[in-house]
């Protein structure tokens, strides 16, 4: 692949990076993504992001974005990522909560929540994963039933990542009961102050990422939150995995991790220990394979073309290179290692974060083969 970016696109980096530098108190380098997730400092920074319109720069302009082009989206998420991403939780509503409303949302809900997502005023979360449905989501539970103007929500969800600061919640739920598998699912905007509506805090190893389980009881929404045709939610969330899935581009900061790596190696004097020089050589290049696929996925997306393999391939890679990075850096800190904080404990946690979050790196694997191959899982 030949690439070159644009005068315009290569401007956006520049200018984002001098506000990134004038803005961005000196802490936030060695904060890792989700760290710090919702705070008024984040509230603050985004909504200094809206009023230049960048962040949501690759939006149209009626939504509250300024009709850019979708590798500002990727240059966005690498400089933001790379600095310990200040959008917090944020970032999921820009991805791809905020692209599933444009798509499916009435004029009502665009209205309403575009124009506040790409301002920075508010947090959502995600409501998919239940204890039965985490890979196969479409084993989910949580009920939808109509009644009248309303629907009644009852069930529960697991490993919801910042429910406590989110205003919104985008749920599935089913709203055929004969339903299975992916049919029969409904989206709805939920908000978490909703009555009978629960957030309990679950305590993780990962200590740097906050999980949640919500507890849905009787809970009545109006009828205007459903999000797209009833029973037709899984095509809505197909499409917003695949946004979700690069959204994150780690990389970015994998890359930085690994320049901190070298700079340690080559102080303490141990690029000739242990084949580190070859293995820092390794990070490098799978961070490099990383952006590289990234790039291919939204060269499909600009060209309007399917981009899922692209997707399915860029995301195992950004795993891999998570995972590289981590091995490194415990291979070289040995037992510093174990202490909360270290480079080698917080790299782990973060390549543990990326084989799972936004669904499991083997099922990626498997979709590849799938696409390749043909008969797999069949
Ligand atoms: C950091 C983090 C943040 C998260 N945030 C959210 C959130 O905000 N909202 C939300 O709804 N969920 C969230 N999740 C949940 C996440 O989406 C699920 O953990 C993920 O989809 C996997 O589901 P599971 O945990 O039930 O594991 P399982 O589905 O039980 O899988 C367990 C293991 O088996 C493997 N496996 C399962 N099926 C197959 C198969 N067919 N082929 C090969 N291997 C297979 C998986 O790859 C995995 O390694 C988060 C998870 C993490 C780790």
């Known amino acids: 692949m030949e690439f070159g970016w644009r005068d315009e696109d290569a401007d956006f980096r520049s200018q984002l990076k001098e506000f990134v530098t004038d803005e961005l108190p000196e802490r936030w380098s060695d904060l890792i993504p989700g760290e710090e997730p919702a705070s008024d400092f984040i509230l603050g920074f985004c909504r200094k992001l809206g009023d230049k319109g960048w962040l949501t720069p690759h939006w149209p302009v009626e939504y509250g974005g300024a009709a850019g082009s979708p590798w500002q989206f990727i240059i966005l998420g690498e400089e933001l990522w790379s600095a310990g991403e200040p959008r917090g939780s944020q970032y999921m509503n820009v991805n791809w909560i905020g692209p599933a409303i444009i798509n499916a949302g009435t004029p009502e809900q665009r209205d309403y929540h575009l124009g506040r997502i790409s301002r920075g005023d508010v947090f959502w979360c995600q409501g998919f994963s239940e204890a039965e449905a985490g890979t196969d989501l479409a084993n989910m539970r949580t009920s939808a039933v109509r009644d009248g103007e309303e629907y009644i929500i009852n069930g529960e969800k697991l490993w919801t990542s910042y429910a406590g600061e989110a205003e919104f919640c985008f749920v599935l739920a089913r709203t055929d009961p004969e339903s299975t598998g992916n049919e029969g699912i409904s989206i709805f905007l939920v908000p978490t102050d909703t009555p ?3 957030i309990e805090p679950i ?6 990422h906050e999980f949640n389980r919500l507890t849905f009881t009787n809970v009545r929404v109006p009828a205007a939150t459903r999000l797209g045709p009833e029973n037709s939610g899984w095509k809505v969330v197909r499409e917003a995995l695949s946004h979700e899935r690069i959204g994150g581009p780690r990389y970015a900061r994998a890359a930085l991790v690994t320049g901190r790596l070298r700079r340690i190696a080559d102080e303490r004097g141990w690029l000739d220990r242990d084949g580190i020089k070859t293995r820092l050589a390794e990070a490098e290049a799978s961070c490099e394979a990383a952006k590289l696929l990234v790039y291919q996925a939204i060269h499909a997306r600009s060209c309007g073309r399917s981009e ?16 590289v990075v981590a091995d490194l850096a415990l291979q070289m800190f040995e037992d510093e290692s174990i202490e909360r904080g270290s480079m080698g404990n917080s790299q782990l946690k973060t390549s543990m974060i990326a084989g799972l979050g936004g669904g499991s790196v083997e ?5 590849i083969a799938r696409s390749l191959l043909g008969a797999v899982g069949r």
């Open 203 to 208: 305590p993780s190893v990962l200590d740097i």
């Open 196 to 198: 009978g509506f629960a």
């Open 308 to 323: 899922n393999l692209e997707v399915s391939l860029a995301r195992v890679a950004i795993v891999r290179c998570e995972r």
């Open 363 to 367: 099922v990626q694997l498997n979709m």
